[in-house]
């Protein structure tokens, strides 16, 4: 079946530009992941949602992001006024079920460079 | 606090050479989850593994096994016979099950190159 997409994968933005980054998790997954990936370094998190439910935040680096998944499925991670520091892959990855004894799928990421 | 270590950097190998990688955590929860997930060129996380804290025995698929010992918080991953598409970086993750929402704790990854 079709695994995680994102979209777009790379993003070239001027500081302070709005950006908007899109995941389509695998169908019927409950949770959904935001990571940040710096150059040579692991993933780390920002968000996580169960279904629509946003359980926790605690990753995001600044309240210029904001993360939503309305209906529980796709779900959009918007930075505002970009700065050079938010340049990253961002990873978004799905789970089927709440438990953490369940592997994570990962999608492809989006390449953020802020110019 | 989680906290996942994985000092080697970068490893390379002549291909058909067996090579390690290691991992070590650091968790307070007695029941976690160890992850280790291959990172190739294209960038998208493929999942190789997940063991619990309860089951330390070994296991084997194909070229990987996998050493998962408690007493040093060691979750060490080997290929035998490397080829060269195992060129990646390889990351070791933990989750802990007490941790409500559950992300993973990634290490800094290893990158390992297989020469022809």
């Known amino acids: 079946g079709a695994g995680v997409s994102q979209s777009p994968r790379y993003k070239v933005a001027k500081r302070g530009q709005d950006v908007a980054l899109r995941c389509d998790p695998i169908?019927?997954?409950?949770?959904l992941f935001w990571y940040q990936q710096a150059l040579g370094q692991g993933p780390e998190f920002l968000t996580y949602?169960?279904?629509?439910?946003?359980?926790?935040k605690s990753g995001l680096p600044s309240d210029r992001f904001f993360a939503e998944r309305p209906e529980g499925s796709v779900s959009t991670l918007k930075i505002q006024r970009t700065q050079q520091e938010d340049s990253a892959v961002y990873l978004c990855?799905?789970?089927?079920?709440?438990?953490?004894?369940?592997?994570?799928?990962f999608g492809p990421g989006t390449r953020l460079t802020v110019t | 606090a989680q906290k996942v270590t994985q000092a080697q950097t970068e490893i390379s190998v002549v291909e058909k050479e067996d090579v390690t990688l290691d991992c070590v955590y650091e968790?307070?929860?007695?029941?976690?989850?160890l992850f280790w997930y291959k990172q190739p060129p294209s960038g998208e996380l493929v999942f190789l593994i997940r063991?619990?804290?309860?089951?330390?025995q070994n296991e084997i698929s194909g070229r990987y096994s996998w050493n998962f010992q408690k007493s040093t918080s060691s979750f060490n991953f080997t290929i035998t016979a490397s080829q060269v598409v195992d060129s990646a970086v390889y990351f070791c993750?933990?989750?802990?099950?007490?941790?409500?929402?559950?992300?993973?704790?990634f290490g800094k990854g290893t990158r390992l190159s297989v020469i022809a």
């Open positions: 990855a799905s789970r089927q079920h709440r438990g953490p004894s369940y592997e994570q799928y």
């Open positions: 169908s019927g997954h409950v949770s």
């Open positions: 949602f169960q279904n629509e439910a946003q359980l926790d």
């Open positions: 968790t307070r929860d007695t029941t976690y989850y």
């Open positions: 063991r619990n804290s309860f089951d330390e």
């Open positions: 993750a933990l989750s802990e099950a007490n941790s409500g929402n559950t992300p993973l704790v």
